[in-house]
C-alpha cells in the first residue's frame, strides 16, 4: 500500500473530441509524487479541457488516468476528490456571503465522518471534531496569510485574496494531489511571489501539485519538470532549462519563422 501511496499521477493516451474537434489527442504524461509540475501552452491549447478530464469534470473518449497506482478514468469529481485529487478553477468560486472561515470550513466536508443524523444526535465526538476542524481552518488561513480576515465576508477579499483562499479551501480536504488552474491570473507581481513561495510550501507538506498557468515567471521558478500542449497535443516535457529551449517549445510560443530567442524570450509569453 505505500509503494502505491508514492506512485503520483500517470495520464495515458487521454482523447477528448467536441463534435468534430479533437480537444486533446493521445496525451501521456506522469507527475511524480511530491513533485511540482506546470502545464503550459498558448491559447486554446486544451490545457484546462485536459484539467478536467483529470478532475472528472469531463469524461474522457480514450485513454486512462491513473492516481496512485488505482485507475480513476471518469470517475465522477466527488469520488475522484475523495481519492485525494483536488482542484481549484480558472475563475474563482467562493460562497461569497459566507466569511472566509466558513468557505475553508466547507473543505472539509471530504474528510468529516458526521452527517445530519450525526449532528443532531450530538455524539461526543462530534464537538471534539468540530473544534478540530476550526483549529485546522485557522491554520491553514495563517498559512495563505488569511487569518486576520477570517470573519469577513468572502467578496469583500482582493480578487488575489479569493484566489489564495480558494488554495485554503482545496487544502482542507487533505489532498495528496493538488490541481492549479491559473492560479496567478489577476495577480499583481508581490502576489504572485507570495503565491510561488505558497506553492513551494504546499509540497514541503508533502503534497503533489499541477498548474495550468500562463505566468511563466512563476512557471519557470517553481516547477520541477513543464508539459507542453498545443492544439490538444503533448508536444515537449521536461525540465525548465529543457523546456525553454525546444524547438517545438519556440515555434509554438513565437511561430515557426521566429530565429532562435534569446534567453529569456519565452519567460514573459
Known sequence: ??????????????????????AVQRVSFSVPARSIAALIGPN???????????SGFHHADEGQVHFDGKEITNWSPEQIASAGVMRTFQLVRLFNQMTVLENVLVGFHVRTRGGVTSALLGPSWLGDQERKIRDEAEELLAMVSLREASHT?????????????????????????LMLDEPAAGLNAPETQALLALIRKIRERGVTVLLVEHDMSLVMGVADQIHVLDFGELIASGSP????????VIEAYL???????????????
Do not use: C, W
Not at 506512485?7 to 473530441?17: D, I, N, Q, S, Y
Open 255 to 269: 511561430g515557426a519563422s521566429a530565429k532562435t530567442p534569446k534567453k529569456g524570450d519565452i519567460d514573459h509569453v
Open 153 to 177: 465576508p468572502a467578496r469583500n477579499l482582493s480578487y488575489g485574496q479569493q484566489r489564495l483562499l480558494e488554495i485554503a479551501r482545496a487544502l482542507a480536504a487533505q489532498p495528496r494531489f
Open 241 to 248: 532549462e529543457e523546456t525553454q529551449n525546444h524547438p517545438a
Open 44 to 54: 486554446g491549447a486544451g490545457k484546462t479541457t485536459l484539467f478536467n478530464l483529470i
Open 1 to 22: 500500500m505505500s509503494r502505491q501511496l508514492n506512485e503520483g499521477l500517470r495520464v495515458t493516451g487521454l482523447v477528448k473530441h467536441f463534435g468534430g474537434i479533437t
